[in-house]
């Protein structure tokens, strides 16, 4: 997280994301970000192909 706060969800998991904090997971699990409050959030993603 760059800046702001999001919730994350991955498969039945949820976790709130604050500015500096990181989450991993595997990308064939459903997963979702969403904003929380008024706020705008940066989100930084880095994807690796073919790991």
Avoid: C, Y
């Avoid at 706060?5 to 969403?34: C, M, Y």
């Amino acid at each position: 997280m760059l800046s702001g706060s999001v919730t994350f969800w991955a498969a039945d998991r949820e976790k709130i994301l604050n500015q500096g904090d990181s989450a991993h997971f595997p990308a064939s699990i459903p997963h979702k970000i969403q904003t929380r409050g008024d706020q705008p959030a940066s989100v930084l993603l880095v994807t690796l192909a073919g790991v």
